[in-house]
C-alpha cells in the first residue's frame, strides 16, 4: 500500500469525537449584572452598549456595577445583528459562541471549525465550543466553574472522553487553576495551547495606578466604528486617570491577579521598578516572594496602597485594593509555575510594550524605558513564555523534537486570535497533538534479491507482486 493511502487509513478508521473549546482573556466574555440589567458588558455592540451606556458613567458607577460580590451571568445569546447576518449560527449558538466577544474571536473560532459544523482532523470529529466566565472573580472560582462545564455538560453532550483546550490571555490563569484544583480534570484534557498567557502577570497593570490609561499608550484612541474621535471609548472606561483605573479594578479579583509576581522580569532585569527617591537617589526593586513587596508597603512608588492615598483616592478603594492584592498573592502562591503536562505556548514579540516600570526625577513616567519591543502590546515575553523560557520555535521546528512553545512577530495582544499566523499556528499543532503531523512514515520494503534458488523437477519458481512486496512461490509445471 502507496504511503499516502496508508495516511489516509489511519486518518479515518475509528472516527472519534474530540471538542476543542476555547477560553477567552479578561473582559472577553459578555455579561448581564442582575442589579444593572440596562448596562450589560458587551463590547460587540458598540454604539448602544459602550457608547451610550458605559462613557457616560462616573467611576464609582462603574466600580458599583462591576463588584464582583453583585450577581452577574455570561450572556449565552449573541447580538440579534450578528445572528440575522449569519455571522453566527443556531448550531453555534449552542456551542457557547454567543458568550465571547465575538469581534475579537468569531473569526477564530470559524477558522477552527472549517466544515461550520463540527470539523474533522483526519479521523477525529472535533465540534468547536466557547466558555464565557465572569471575568470579576476570582480566576480560581472562574475555573472552578469552567470545569463543571466541561465535564458535567460539553464532554457528555458529545460522547467524548477528552477535550482539546485553546486560552487567550487571562484563559490562560483560568484553565490552569481548573486543572490545579481539580484533579479530575486533567485525564479528561487531550492537551493545551495558550496564547499570549500573562503567567507572570504584566507591568501594565502596576503602571496604570501611576498614569491610568493613555492615549496612545494604551489606545490608539481609533473610537468607535473606526472613526477618528480624538480620544479613546476604551480609555475613559477603564478609567483615563489613575483614580478612575484604581476605582473600577478594585471591585474586581480577576483583573488584579494579572499584576506582576515575584517571577516576573523584565529580560533584562529582575529589579523591573525604577524610581527616584525625595533625595534624588535611584532606587530599583523586584517584587519580594514571601510578601508581595512593594504593593503594600509605604513609598510611591513603588507601594500601590501609599499611592492611592497621596493621589486622595477614596478610602474604600485603597482598603479594596489592599485586599485584592493580598488575594492575587494567594493565588499566584498556590498555582505557581502549575501545567497540564501537555501544554504547548505561542506569544508575540516586536510590539511596544510596557516591559518595566520608570519614574524620572521629576516623578513623570519615562515611557521610553520603561517600553521596549519585548512583548505583545499588553503582556511581555517573559511573562507569556515563562512556562518554557528557554524556547522560542517557529512553525517550521514543529516536528524537530519536541518543541512546546512559539513566537510570532507583530502581533498585538488584543487582536491574537484574529492572527492568521496564530490561527495556522494552532491547527498545525492540533494536527500533532493527534498524532495527524511529524508521524514517521512505515520502514519503505526491502528491495528484491536476485534469486539463488534451485529449480527442484518438476516445479518452476515465478515471481507474484503486490503493492506491498515479491515474493516467490513454487508452481507446479505442466504435464
Not at 50 to 71: C, S
Not at 335 to 364: K, Y
Request: with cysteine; glycine share 8%; hydrophobic share 35%.
Amino acid at each position: 500500500m502507496p504511503d499516502n493511502a496508508l495516511s489516509r487509513s489511519i486518518n479515518t478508521i475509528g472516527t472519534q469525537t474530540l471538542p476543542i473549546i476555547f477560553i477567552p482573556g479578561v473582559m472577553g466574555s459578555r455579561l448581564e449584572f442582575t442589579e444593572n440589567p440596562k448596562t450589560p458588558w458587551d463590547p460587540d455592540n458598540q454604539v448602544f452598549t459602550m457608547a451610550f451606556r458605559w462613557l457616560p458613567l462616573k467611576a464609582n458607577d462603574k466600580r458599583n456595577i462591576l463588584d464582583f460580590k453583585k450577581e452577574a451571568n455570561v450572556n449565552h445569546f449573541p447580538l440579534n445583528t450578528q445572528f440575522f447576518a449569519k455571522n453566527i449560527r443556531l448550531e453555534e449558538i449552542d456551542r457557547n459562541w454567543g458568550e465571547v466577544v465575538f469581534s475579537k474571536y468569531g473569526p477564530f473560532l470559524h477558522s477552527m471549525d472549517k466544515n461550520r459544523s463540527g470539523t474533522t482532523f483526519g479521523r477525529f470529529k472535533t465540534p468547536v465550543y466557547a466558555l464565557g466566565y465572569d471575568w470579576r472573580q476570582t480566576n480560581d472560582k472562574s475555573g472552578d466553574k469552567i470545569t463543571d462545564r466541561i465535564i458535567d455538560d460539553i464532554l457528555p453532550k458529545e460522547k467524548a472522553n477528552q477535550a482539546i483546550i485553546i486560552t487567550h490571555s487571562m484563559g490562560g490563569l483560568v484553565l490552569r487553576a481548573a486543572l490545579n484544583n481539580n484533579s479530575d480534570l486533567i485525564d479528561k484534557v487531550k492537551g493545551v495551547i495558550h496564547v499570549m498567557q500573562p503567567a507572570a502577570g504584566a507591568p501594565v497593570f502596576y503602571r496604570r495606578f501611576y498614569t491610568g490609561n493613555q492615549i496612545p499608550v494604551d489606545d490608539p484612541g481609533i473610537g468607535i466604528l473606526g472613526f477618528p474621535l480624538g480620544f479613546s471609548p476604551l480609555n475613559i472606561i477603564l478609567g483615563e486617570s489613575p483614580q478612575a483605573w484604581a476605582t473600577m479594578v478594585s471591585a474586581m479579583r480577576g483583573p488584579t491577579e494579572l499584576i506582576p509576581t515575584p517571577r516576573y522580569s523584565d529580560g533584562v532585569n529582575h529589579e523591573w521598578i525604577n524610581f527616584f527617591t525625595i533625595l534624588g537617589s535611584p532606587v530599583a526593586l523586584a517584587v519580594r516572594q514571601q510578601d508581595f513587596f512593594p504593593y503594600l508597603e509605604l513609598g510611591h512608588p513603588p507601594a500601590l496602597v501609599d499611592q492611592l492615598d497621596f493621589i486622595n483616592s477614596d478610602p474604600t478603594v485603597i482598603e479594596d485594593i489592599a485586599k485584592r492584592v493580598g488575594q492575587a498573592k494567594t493565588f499566584h502562591d498556590k498555582l505557581g509555575l502549575f501545567n497540564h503536562p501537555n501544554t504547548w505556548a505561542i506569544f508575540s514579540t516586536g510590539v511596544e510594550t510596557d516591559t518595566a516600570f520608570f519614574r524620572d526625577q521629576n516623578t513623570n513616567m519615562d515611557f521610553d524605558k520603561a517600553r521596549s519591543l519585548r512583548g505583545d502590546g499588553t503582556v511581555p515575553e517573559t511573562s507569556a513564555s515563562i512556562l518554557f523560557p528557554s524556547q522560542r520555535h517557529k512553525l517550521g521546528d514543529l516536528c524537530k523534537g519536541d518543541p512546546r512553545q512559539f513566537e510570532v512577530t507583530g502581533v498585538d495582544h488584543a487582536d491574537g486570535m484574529l492572527s492568521a499566523e496564530i490561527q495556522t499556528l494552532i491547527k498545525a499543532i492540533v494536527e500533532k497533538m493527534l498524532g495527524l503531523r511529524c508521524f514517521e512514515p512505515p520502514p519503505a520494503p526491502p528491495s528484491p534479491q536476485p534469486s539463488t534458488s534451485v529449480e527442484e523437477p518438476g516445479t518452476k519458481v515465478f515471481e507474484e507482486s503486490t503493492e506491498d512486496h515479491v515474493f516467490h512461490k513454487p508452481k507446479p509445471t505442466s504435464e
